[in-house]
């Protein structure tokens, strides 16, 4: 994707310092892992020096100040940052609160699962299912589905209890929740080393636990639909009977979270 240059020939107030010689450069984006941390307290990280007991490398910038952050005026939870920035060694990008990720492949998660509340034109309801990531690794975009699916789950759970509150008032009954709480993101990859990368990323450092990405050591294209669905629902019920925690399990040819072939 190629933005015009009408977006790229004037800096915003307080980047100057991240552009060269006065020509125009891309913004450094980062996305905030709302698995782990708020938007909100992202931004009050972001701008405040972390302690002196956590350095960091001179080449990596630690603090911003309000002008040097931008909110991306498409995707939620994604943030701008002067050209040139080093966020690698941030403390927020170690512990995997934030995601070195540029825009466009933060559309798909968006454009399937996201929802633009008060915009004209923006869908009224969630969409509702589980999610197939076909070639998952390392887990970017994985992780943003997860986010957004913990998000429904989240919306889903204050509007039935909204709901109920109401019900009991009035006496009348208790309509279905607007989400699917156990929507899970299935993430393919057909490479082992690849699935047990995103397996530690995904899950282990960015937070997505619980039975929220499954991921399958099985390649896309050979996807049985109804042995899908059949491995669905063994993992739901393992998932239930365990409290969610997720466990170990093995499964012919598909390495389920933890499991092996």
Not at 45 to 55: A, D, G, R, V
Not at 208 to 221: R, S, Y
Request: a neutral charge; charged letters at 20%.
């Amino acid at each position: 994707l190629t933005l015009p240059e009408k977006h790229l020939s004037k800096q915003p107030q307080g980047w100057e310092d991240g552009v060269k010689g006065g020509t125009a450069a891309f913004p450094r984006y980062a996305r905030v892992n709302t698995l782990k941390i708020s938007l909100a307290e992202a931004r009050s990280q972001l701008l405040s020096p972390p302690p002196s007991s956590l350095p960091t490398p001179s080449s990596s910038r630690v603090s911003f100040t309000v002008d040097q952050i931008k909110d991306d005026e498409h995707i939620p939870n994604l943030l701008l940052f002067p050209p040139g920035s080093d966020l690698h060694d941030h403390p927020l990008v170690k512990s995997g609160a934030l995601i070195l990720q540029d825009k466009a492949p933060c559309f798909p998660a968006h454009v399937l699962l996201g929802r633009e509340g008060g915009k004209e034109g923006a869908r009224e309801e969630w969409w509702v299912g589980d999610v197939i990531d076909a070639c998952a690794a390392p887990g970017n975009k994985t992780s943003h589905a997860a986010a957004l699916l913990q998000e429904q789950a989240r919306a889903a759970a204050a509007a039935a209890a909204a709901a109920a509150a109401v019900c009991c008032q009035t006496g009348g009954s208790v309509p279905n929740a607007v989400a699917s709480a156990s929507s899970v993101v299935y993430a393919l990859d057909r490479d082992r080393h690849r699935l047990d990368v995103l397996r530690e990323r995904v899950i282990g450092l960015m937070g997505a636990k619980g039975g929220l990405v499954v991921p399958l050591l099985q390649d896309f294209l050979g996807v049985n639909h109804h042995q899908q669905q059949q491995q669905q629902q063994q993992q739901q019920q393992q998932l239930e009977g365990n409290g969610g925690g997720g466990k170990k399990k093995k499964r012919g040819k598909t390495d389920v979270e933890g499991g092996r072939e």
